[in-house]
T-cell receptor, first 112, second 115 residues
Framework: DAKTTQPTSMDCAEGRAANLPCNHS???????VYWYRQIHSQGPQYIIH???NNETNEMASLIITEDRKSSTLILPHATLRDTAVYYC?????????????FGKGTHLIIQP | DAGVTQSPTHLIKTRGQHVTLRCSPI?????VSWYQQVLGQGPQFIFQ???????GRGNFPDRFSARQFPNYSSELNVNALLLGDSALYLC??????????????FGPGTRLTVL
Protein backbone atom coordinates (compact mmCIF):
# COMPACT_ATOMS: atom_id res chain seq x y z
CA ASP A 1 0.00 0.00 0.00
CA ALA A 2 1.18 3.52 -0.79
CA LYS A 3 2.49 5.76 1.96
CA THR A 4 0.56 8.85 3.05
CA THR A 5 1.71 12.17 4.52
CA GLN A 6 -0.49 14.27 6.77
CA PRO A 7 0.11 17.33 8.94
CA THR A 8 0.67 16.44 12.58
CA SER A 9 -2.00 18.78 13.89
CA MET A 10 -4.56 21.37 12.80
CA ASP A 11 -6.95 23.76 14.49
CA CYS A 12 -10.39 24.79 13.26
CA ALA A 13 -13.06 27.05 14.72
CA GLU A 14 -16.35 25.48 15.66
CA GLY A 15 -18.94 25.91 12.92
CA ARG A 16 -16.35 26.38 10.19
CA ALA A 17 -15.37 23.82 7.57
CA ALA A 18 -12.38 21.69 8.51
CA ASN A 19 -10.18 20.77 5.56
CA LEU A 20 -7.70 17.98 6.22
CA PRO A 21 -5.07 17.37 3.53
CA CYS A 22 -3.33 14.12 2.67
CA ASN A 23 -0.52 13.47 0.22
CA HIS A 24 -0.22 10.06 -1.42
CA SER A 25 2.06 10.71 -4.37
CA UNK A 26 2.92 7.01 -4.91
CA UNK A 27 -0.69 5.84 -5.09
CA UNK A 28 -1.38 3.12 -7.65
CA UNK A 29 -4.30 2.98 -10.03
CA UNK A 30 -6.14 0.31 -8.03
CA UNK A 31 -5.62 1.89 -4.60
CA UNK A 32 -8.47 3.57 -2.79
CA VAL A 33 -8.21 6.46 -0.33
CA TYR A 34 -9.84 5.76 3.04
CA TRP A 35 -10.38 8.12 5.95
CA TYR A 36 -10.89 7.07 9.55
CA ARG A 37 -10.93 9.07 12.75
CA GLN A 38 -10.22 8.11 16.32
CA ILE A 39 -11.56 9.96 19.29
CA HIS A 40 -9.40 9.57 22.38
CA SER A 41 -9.15 5.94 23.53
CA GLN A 42 -11.99 4.76 21.29
CA GLY A 43 -11.82 2.48 18.23
CA PRO A 44 -11.26 4.14 14.83
CA GLN A 45 -14.43 5.24 13.08
CA TYR A 46 -14.82 4.85 9.32
CA ILE A 47 -15.62 8.15 7.60
CA ILE A 48 -15.45 7.79 3.82
CA HIS A 49 -13.47 6.31 0.95
CA UNK A 50 -13.01 6.89 -2.78
CA UNK A 51 -11.02 5.95 -5.86
CA UNK A 52 -10.91 8.99 -8.14
CA ASN A 53 -14.28 10.71 -8.01
CA ASN A 54 -15.25 13.06 -5.24
CA GLU A 55 -17.42 11.41 -2.63
CA THR A 56 -19.87 12.76 -0.07
CA ASN A 57 -21.79 11.15 2.75
CA GLU A 58 -23.54 12.31 5.89
CA MET A 59 -20.26 12.80 7.72
CA ALA A 60 -17.90 14.38 5.23
CA SER A 61 -16.77 15.02 1.67
CA LEU A 62 -13.67 13.59 0.04
CA ILE A 63 -11.99 15.55 -2.72
CA ILE A 64 -9.34 13.67 -4.73
CA THR A 65 -7.13 15.58 -7.15
CA GLU A 66 -7.21 14.61 -10.80
CA ASP A 67 -3.73 13.08 -10.64
CA ARG A 68 -4.80 11.23 -7.43
CA LYS A 69 -1.61 12.26 -5.66
CA SER A 70 -3.44 14.09 -2.90
CA SER A 71 -6.84 14.37 -1.30
CA THR A 72 -8.75 16.54 1.17
CA LEU A 73 -11.29 15.45 3.73
CA ILE A 74 -13.85 18.17 4.42
CA LEU A 75 -16.00 18.32 7.54
CA PRO A 76 -18.48 21.00 6.48
CA HIS A 77 -19.54 22.37 9.88
CA ALA A 78 -17.09 21.25 12.52
CA THR A 79 -18.30 20.73 16.08
CA LEU A 80 -16.36 20.13 19.28
CA ARG A 81 -17.15 16.42 18.93
CA ASP A 82 -15.09 16.33 15.73
CA THR A 83 -11.90 16.77 17.75
CA ALA A 84 -10.00 13.56 16.99
CA VAL A 85 -7.02 12.04 15.17
CA TYR A 86 -7.83 11.66 11.48
CA TYR A 87 -6.09 8.95 9.47
CA CYS A 88 -5.71 8.94 5.69
CA UNK A 89 -5.02 5.43 4.35
CA UNK A 90 -4.52 4.13 0.84
CA UNK A 91 -5.41 0.54 0.19
CA UNK A 92 -5.46 -1.76 -2.77
CA UNK A 93 -8.86 -2.69 -4.05
CA UNK A 94 -9.92 -6.01 -5.43
CA UNK A 95 -7.91 -8.20 -3.14
CA UNK A 96 -5.38 -8.43 -0.36
CA UNK A 97 -5.73 -9.25 3.28
CA UNK A 98 -2.89 -7.23 4.71
CA UNK A 99 -4.93 -4.97 6.88
CA UNK A 100 -4.99 -1.19 7.04
CA UNK A 101 -1.71 0.67 7.38
CA PHE A 102 -2.19 3.56 9.78
CA GLY A 103 0.30 6.39 10.04
CA LYS A 104 0.28 8.94 12.85
CA GLY A 105 -2.61 10.91 11.38
CA THR A 106 -3.64 14.52 11.92
CA HIS A 107 -4.78 15.65 15.34
CA LEU A 108 -7.67 18.00 14.58
CA ILE A 109 -8.64 20.31 17.39
CA ILE A 110 -11.93 22.17 17.11
CA GLN A 111 -11.81 25.43 19.02
CA PRO A 112 -14.98 26.87 20.61
CA ASP B 1 -27.69 -3.26 14.32
CA ALA B 2 -25.09 -3.78 17.00
CA GLY B 3 -21.57 -2.79 16.12
CA VAL B 4 -18.40 -4.75 16.77
CA THR B 5 -18.16 -5.79 20.40
CA GLN B 6 -15.03 -6.69 22.34
CA SER B 7 -14.40 -8.14 25.76
CA PRO B 8 -13.11 -7.46 28.25
CA THR B 9 -12.89 -3.68 28.22
CA HIS B 10 -9.82 -3.54 30.42
CA LEU B 11 -7.38 -6.18 31.57
CA ILE B 12 -4.32 -6.22 33.80
CA LYS B 13 -1.80 -9.06 33.56
CA THR B 14 1.75 -9.70 34.73
CA ARG B 15 4.77 -10.56 32.63
CA GLY B 16 4.87 -14.15 31.43
CA GLN B 17 1.13 -14.69 31.69
CA HIS B 18 -1.23 -15.54 28.86
CA VAL B 19 -4.23 -13.48 27.73
CA THR B 20 -7.30 -14.13 25.55
CA LEU B 21 -9.26 -11.28 24.00
CA ARG B 22 -12.63 -11.75 22.34
CA CYS B 23 -14.44 -10.08 19.47
CA SER B 24 -17.90 -10.39 17.95
CA PRO B 25 -18.28 -8.95 14.45
CA ILE B 26 -21.20 -7.03 13.01
CA UNK B 27 -24.00 -9.37 11.98
CA UNK B 28 -23.42 -10.54 8.41
CA UNK B 29 -19.69 -9.84 8.48
CA UNK B 30 -17.47 -12.85 7.90
CA UNK B 31 -14.04 -11.30 8.34
CA VAL B 32 -12.31 -10.19 11.53
CA SER B 33 -9.02 -8.31 11.78
CA TRP B 34 -6.96 -7.59 14.87
CA TYR B 35 -4.80 -4.54 15.50
CA GLN B 36 -2.48 -3.41 18.28
CA GLN B 37 -2.24 0.27 19.18
CA VAL B 38 0.46 1.37 21.58
CA LEU B 39 0.24 4.81 23.13
CA GLY B 40 0.96 7.62 20.68
CA GLN B 41 0.97 5.43 17.58
CA GLY B 42 -1.58 4.41 14.97
CA PRO B 43 -3.00 0.89 15.04
CA GLN B 44 -0.74 -1.88 13.70
CA PHE B 45 -2.21 -4.86 11.84
CA ILE B 46 -1.82 -8.26 13.51
CA PHE B 47 -4.13 -10.76 11.76
CA GLN B 48 -7.05 -11.08 9.42
CA UNK B 49 -9.38 -14.07 9.49
CA UNK B 50 -12.03 -14.85 6.91
CA UNK B 51 -14.28 -17.88 6.94
CA UNK B 52 -12.25 -19.29 9.85
CA UNK B 53 -8.96 -19.17 7.96
CA UNK B 54 -6.03 -16.82 8.44
CA UNK B 55 -5.82 -14.60 5.37
CA GLY B 56 -3.22 -12.10 6.42
CA ARG B 57 -0.62 -11.57 9.12
CA GLY B 58 1.37 -8.56 10.21
CA ASN B 59 4.88 -8.44 11.62
CA PHE B 60 4.18 -9.89 15.06
CA PRO B 61 5.93 -12.76 16.86
CA ASP B 62 4.51 -16.25 17.20
CA ARG B 63 3.42 -15.44 20.72
CA PHE B 64 0.41 -13.87 19.04
CA SER B 65 -2.21 -16.23 17.66
CA ALA B 66 -5.87 -16.05 16.79
CA ARG B 67 -8.76 -18.11 15.65
CA GLN B 68 -12.23 -17.58 14.24
CA PHE B 69 -15.26 -19.61 15.18
CA PRO B 70 -18.17 -20.87 13.04
CA ASN B 71 -20.27 -17.90 14.18
CA TYR B 72 -17.44 -15.60 12.91
CA SER B 73 -16.48 -14.39 16.37
CA SER B 74 -12.78 -14.41 17.08
CA GLU B 75 -10.21 -14.73 19.84
CA LEU B 76 -6.76 -13.20 20.01
CA ASN B 77 -4.29 -15.02 22.23
CA VAL B 78 -0.99 -13.67 23.46
CA ASN B 79 1.45 -15.92 25.32
CA ALA B 80 4.40 -15.04 27.53
CA LEU B 81 3.33 -11.44 27.94
CA LEU B 82 5.96 -8.73 27.85
CA LEU B 83 5.73 -5.18 29.19
CA GLY B 84 5.73 -3.99 25.56
CA ASP B 85 2.48 -5.83 24.89
CA SER B 86 0.65 -3.17 26.88
CA ALA B 87 -1.64 -1.57 24.32
CA LEU B 88 -5.16 -1.08 23.06
CA TYR B 89 -6.18 -4.16 21.08
CA LEU B 90 -8.69 -3.43 18.39
CA CYS B 91 -10.93 -5.75 16.46
CA UNK B 92 -12.43 -4.78 13.11
CA UNK B 93 -15.01 -6.62 11.07
CA UNK B 94 -15.86 -6.52 7.37
CA UNK B 95 -18.16 -8.39 5.05
CA UNK B 96 -15.40 -10.01 3.04
CA UNK B 97 -11.64 -10.28 2.92
CA UNK B 98 -9.90 -7.69 0.79
CA UNK B 99 -11.15 -5.30 -1.85
CA UNK B 100 -12.45 -1.77 -1.69
CA UNK B 101 -15.80 -3.04 -0.50
CA UNK B 102 -14.01 -4.55 2.47
CA UNK B 103 -14.62 -1.52 4.68
CA UNK B 104 -13.49 -2.36 8.17
CA UNK B 105 -15.53 -1.28 11.16
CA PHE B 106 -13.77 -1.17 14.50
CA GLY B 107 -14.83 -2.13 17.97
CA PRO B 108 -14.09 -0.09 21.11
CA GLY B 109 -10.97 -2.09 21.92
CA THR B 110 -9.56 -3.90 24.92
CA ARG B 111 -7.01 -2.01 27.01
CA LEU B 112 -4.31 -4.47 28.13
CA THR B 113 -1.84 -3.46 30.80
CA VAL B 114 1.12 -5.75 31.51
CA LEU B 115 2.88 -5.20 34.85
Amino acid sequence: DAKTTQPTSMDCAEGRAANLPCNHSTISGNEYVYWYRQIHSQGPQYIIHGLKNNETNEMASLIITEDRKSSTLILPHATLRDTAVYYCIVRVGGGGADGLTFGKGTHLIIQP
Amino acid sequence: DAGVTQSPTHLIKTRGQHVTLRCSPISGHKSVSWYQQVLGQGPQFIFQYYEKEERGRGNFPDRFSARQFPNYSSELNVNALLLGDSALYLCASSRTSGGHTDTQYFGPGTRLTVL
